[in-house]
Structures are given as C-alpha cells and as structure tokens.
C-alpha cells in the first residue's frame, strides 16, 4: 500500500496555461543492460524508495535547485545548506566554480547513506532539478571529480551508466514532474510504471473524497510487464472515478510522449483498481468510448520536459 498525499506531482501540475489534466506518461528502451525511461508525473520522493532498494551504499547528489530554500539574492541554497537544515548527515565535496551554469551538475556533490534519501526528499520541500546517482559508500574525491566530469559533458543521448562502471542507478527530475532515470535494474521500469498508476489513482480518490492523502495498493509487477511488452510507450488518463472504483485510459503512442502530444481519440487498454478488493486488473477498452479521461482541480502549469539523458 502506498500513501498518496494531495500535493503529489498529478494533483499540483497541469499542462499548459489552462492547467490541462496532466496525463501518465512512460516510456523504456534497453541497449547493453542499461534501462532508459522518460516518465512522468512524479516527485523524487514518490519515487525514492524504488530506486534505492538496489543500488550501491550511498546516493550522490549532484544537482539540485529549488525554490524552497533561497538565500538573500534569492538564489536556491547550496545543497550542504539544505541538508543540514533537513537534519540529513552527508559528505560534502566541493566542485567549484566552474561546475556553476553546468547542466547536470552544482558547485558541491553531497554524498548520504542510501537509506536517509527518503528522509532528504520528505515532501516538506521541492526540487525543480534534482540529480541523483548511486556510489559506494568510500567513494573518492578523484572518483566524484570523475563522475562530475561525465555527467557535464556527456551528450544528451548518451548513457551515463555506460561510461560509469559502478552505478546502478541515475535518477533526473525536471520541474519535480518529470522523470528521467537509467537502471541497470531490468525490474526497475516495471516498478516505476506500477508506481505511476497508483500515484494516479490516488490523486483521484483525493480529489473526489476530499482527504488529505489516500492508501492505495500498486499493481502486482505482471500488469506494468504486460503494457511493456505490448509497447515501449503509453499515455495514460482518468476516467470514470468513483469510491469504489478508479479507471485510467491507456494509449499505446510510436514514441515517448511530449507536451504537444494528445491523447489519441481512443484507449488501447484501461486499468482499473477495484478500490474495496485492492485489486488492479486490465482489459481491452470500450472500443465505442472516446479516450480522453478527465482530471479537475488547481495545478500549475509545468514546463517541456528534458531531451534524453
């Protein structure tokens, strides 16, 4: 059972200046044991437990800006800044200044135990760029200097996982929406898919039931691997939703989604969650029902997403 709090990344961003519903979005491709995914809508921390469970000692965090702290020149806080006022106990290695402006990157790498990422990521605040990769826990300056150096030059179709030897996992979040993440993990995508389709169900239940945060079950890891291996990219969005029942309308799409992407005039699939059961099931769609779902309620409005990488 996941719990899904009302400020989640469905219920507070939308599309466009009309604050359209913003869709489920994921996409997957596999080269050399290396999985990529472009997903959306999510928060790191929505996401934080599913990729810490498999990876290496500690979590890098390489870049991080927000809007939640900001120092007098209204500029985000430094990452170390953050951390200590979260209560969070890291290594700090300064990169420099000539780290500043570089995508991908801020002027120092924080390095925590894995299992505290969830407790800097605790929902009280919110990153618009946040990147995170696995390390071990002696991870050396020369190696943060190393990976640092990697990650601000590499293209934008190439894999950073494939340069590195020793992560498993690199989580990049735009906008505290939308997803971008490689994973040595061949369950991790599933797993990421399965999580969506709660997070998107339980928005729903909030809205409708006005609670603060709803306990929904994911589906069991055999839906997510049926809609991959039909096709490597859906777009998913409500449907009908009541107390006891939450439909989402899927779409098989040729490529990953983007925002100038609609929903196709008809679903493909439609998952439903049997709210009462906790139950999640699939099934061909209404072929006589448009597939346009429907979401309400405020959202701001949420930028393009990233290119690959």
Known sequence: MIEVGQHGAFSVNGVGMERQPFPLSFGVREADGVWQVNAGAARAG???????????????VVQLATNSYLDEDWQSLRPS??????????????????????????????????GLLPRF???TWSPYEL??????????????????????????????????????????????????????DPALPAAVLARLLTLLAGSALNELTARPSSRVPEPE??????????????IGTLGEVTEDLVTIDLAALPARWRLTVSF?????????????????????????RPGAGRVSG???????????G
Request: proline letters at 8%.
């Open 131 to 184: 990147t995170l990769i696995d390390v071990p826990a002696d991870v050396t300056p020369e190696r943060l200097d190393e990976l640092a150096l990697v990650l601000g030059t590499i293209g934008v179709d190439e894999s950073v996982l494939r340069c590195l030897g020793e992560p498993r996992v690199r989580f990049s979040g735009h906008d505290d929406c939308y997803v971008l993440l490689e994973t040595r």
């Open 264 to 288: 196709p005039r008809r679903a493909d699939l439609t998952a439903t969650l049997d709210v009462r059961r906790g139950t999640w099931r699939i099934a061909p769609a209404d072929q006589g």
């Open 81 to 114: 800044l953050i951390a200590a006022d979260l209560g969070v106990p890291c290594k700090v290695h300064p990169l420099g200044s000539w780290a500043s402006g570089t995508y991908r990157l801020a002027e120092e790498i924080l390095v925590m135990d894995r």
């Open 46 to 60: 929505e996401l934080a437990d599913l990729f810490v469970a498999g990876v290496n000692d500690a979590v890098a």
């Open 121 to 123: 990521l605790d929902g």
């Open 221 to 234: 890891s055999w839906l997510p691997e049926r809609l991959m291996a039909t096709a490597p990219h859906w």
């Open 298 to 308: 405020p959202g701001a409005r949420c930028g393009s997403p990233p290119g690959p």
